[in-house]
Every structure is written in C-alpha cells, then in structure tokens.
C-alpha cells in the first residue's frame, strides 16, 4: 500500500505569511493528490485536485505542485480563516489513503 | 443545491452491529461514487471504504483494517447510501463522514456530510 507523509506535522505563522506545507508519498503517484482542510468540529473541504487543480470557490491564494513522490500545498497571504489542519489524500487501485494532516497555528 | 447528510451512529456495545445512513440531495449515488472516510477523536483522517457509482459497476473495496466487517450498499432510489458496521471494536470509535466524489476523474471528494458519531463501549 502507498503511505502519505506530511511534514511538518504543525507550522506556526502569521497573517499575512506565505506558507509552504509538503506531503511524500512511498511510490510514484504521478499527480493522483489532492488537498483538503479541516477546521476543528467540522468536514474537511476539498482545495486542491490532480495536484495543482484549484477547486471551485477555493481562493486563489491556494495553490498546489509537484507530481511523483514529492507534493506542496501553497498558501500566500496567510488570512485568519486559514488556520486549520490540512491533509493530503491519494488513490489508488488498491483503495486510497491521507496522510497525517499538518496543523497551521497562529503564531 | 448538492448535500450529503449522515445519520445512525450512538454508543453501541462492543461485538453489535450498526448501520450509518448518508442521503444524498440534489444528485443520485447511481450517478456518483462516494466514500466513506471516519476520524477517530483527536486523529487525522482514515479511509473506510468506497462504492464505484453504477456506470462502473457499482462495486466496493475497503480499507484492510476493516475488510470484513464494513459494507457498502445503497437503497433502490440510489438516494441514501448505508455503511453497516459488524462486530465493532472500540477503536471504531470516531466521527463518520460520508463524501461524494467528484464528477470528472480521479477519486477526490468535493461534498462532505457533517459526519456522526459512533462510540463503542466495552
């Protein structure tokens, strides 16, 4: 099965930053990720799809990279409704799987 | 407008059985593959299981952790999808989300359900 890393497990930051939240996967999974956030109590939100695909109604502050093993999720311009934990999530054949999830705290 | 809405969890005894409703509102899960993803309390998110939508034949896989147990299934208006739990566990305890797929390719979820909580006492 493919495991999804997320580093760093949390990230403090303040309005304003630009912040930079990077997601490993153990094989090749060519662009099959996307981005979810979730804040505390509630569903996650779909942000990010086939790595770089911003989802309808998503800002474009947001934006994602990468394709093979090594992914980022990009948020400019930290606003306050940003702090929230964010997961990765791939597909496969054999089912699908998120990674840890990395918390963006204030700082 | 497009929702989802999970129903049907409680605390339930360890070794009984449970079955989660999720219905769907403006679209059919004939139409549409979903998942089902849980979150234990305090812990990031676990994939349970999917159903393919009918063009794809409908079909399921699970997660290994709960291959056996879980399964998949929708009513015959494709309107409601059920998860039924079997001989659960405590570590079942978590918040349930049901998701539906998004309609072009690649399994990624745009809606989510506000999730329902099942906590299984010993």
């Known amino acids: 099965d493919i495991q999804m890393t997320q580093s760093p497990s949390s990230v403090s930051a303040s309005v304003g930053d630009r912040v930079t939240l990077t997601c490993r996967a153990s094989?090749?999974?060519?662009?099959?990720l996307a981005w979810y956030q979730q804040k505390p109590g509630k569903a996650p939100k779909l942000l990010i799809y086939a790595a770089s695909y911003l989802q309808s109604g998503v800002p474009s502050r947001y934006s994602g990279s990468g394709s093979g093993t090594e992914f980022t999720l990009t948020i400019s311009n930290l606003q306050p409704e940003d702090f929230a934990t964010y997961y990765c999530q791939h597909a496969s054949s054999s089912g699908l799987a998120f990674g840890g999830g990395t918390r963006v705290e204030i700082k | 407008e497009v929702q989802v809405v999970e129903s049907g969890g409680g605390l339930v005894q360890a070794g009984r059985s449970l079955r989660l409703s999720c219905a769907a509102s403006?679209?059919?899960?004939?139409?549409?593959?979903m998942s089902w993803v849980r979150q234990a309390p305090g812990k990031g998110l676990e994939w349970v299981g999917l159903?393919?939508?009918?063009?794809?034949?409908?079909?399921?896989e699970y997660a290994a952790s709960v291959q056996g147990r879980f399964s998949i299934s929708i009513d015959d208006s494709n309107t409601i999808a059920y998860l039924q739990i079997n001989s659960l566990k405590t570590e079942d305890t978590a918040i349930y989300y049901c998701?539906?797929?998004?309609?072009?390719?690649?399994?990624?979820?745009?809606?989510w359900g506000q999730g329902t909580v099942v906590t299984v006492s010993s």
């Open positions: 403006g679209f059919t899960f004939g139409d549409f593959a």
């Open positions: 998701a539906r797929k998004i309609s072009t390719g690649g399994w990624y979820f745009d809606y």
């Open positions: 094989q090749d999974i060519s662009r099959w």
């Open positions: 159903l393919r939508s009918k063009p794809y034949g409908g079909t399921t």
